[in-house]
């Protein structure tokens, strides 16, 4: 993540206060964890008003392929049998159709919305660029009027209500 991002605490600064659209800055927190003992793994998550919207993590893209029977083992027991066919998953089920995302495609969003143009940024196809394109205070209310919020995953329709309501 270093190479990527630099420190924490500059990006965290950089999304929350610099680049956030003035109507919602406040109300939107960017959160980093990380656990000893998880092989440098991180834990994103991004709050509005407190409440957690989105998790970005191996262990939430693992669950969501067991809850969501794509998983060999439909009830595992044991760290092995949780983790055994996450790899197969991942390949199998690539980041766009899913609904959750692990920490390294969060961090490599992030790179890419950072050094992209905003406006390739909103209509990108991956949808934590467009996350961060939409908090983006370089994109106007007229222009996420003309978006299609309709057919963007469920999660991220909250962040497009949040913009257009702030």
């Known amino acids: 993540?270093?190479?990527?991002?630099?420190?924490?605490?500059?990006?965290?600064?950089?999304?929350?206060?610099?680049?956030?659209?003035?109507?919602?800055?406040?109300?939107?927190?960017?959160?980093?964890?990380?656990?000893?003992?998880m092989d440098n793994c991180h834990i994103f998550d991004v709050c509005i008003d407190g409440k957690q919207i989105k998790r970005f993590s191996l262990e939430t893209v693992n669950s969501y392929f067991i809850e969501q029977g794509y998983s060999d083992n439909k009830s595992?027991?044991?760290?092995?049998?949780?983790?055994?066919?996450?790899?197969?998953c991942m390949e199998k089920y690539p980041m766009n159709i899913r609904t959750e995302y692990t920490d390294d495609e969060f961090c490599n969003a992030l790179e890419k919305y950072r050094n992209n143009d905003i406006q390739n940024s909103i209509v990108s196809d991956n949808p934590i660029i467009r996350m961060f394109a939409i908090l983006d205070k370089r994109i106007g209310k007229r222009t996420i009027d003309k978006l299609n919020v309709s057919e963007q995953p469920e999660w991220l329709q909250v962040f497009y209500e949040l913009r257009k309501n702030g």
Do not use: Q
């Open 1 to 37: 993540m270093g190479k990527i991002l630099g420190s924490w605490s500059g990006m965290r600064k950089y999304l929350e206060k610099e680049m956030i659209a003035e109507n919602i800055r406040g109300r939107v927190r960017y959160g980093c964890t990380r656990y000893v003992g």
């Open 76 to 88: 595992p027991v044991g760290i092995r049998e949780y983790w055994d066919s996450f790899l197969n």
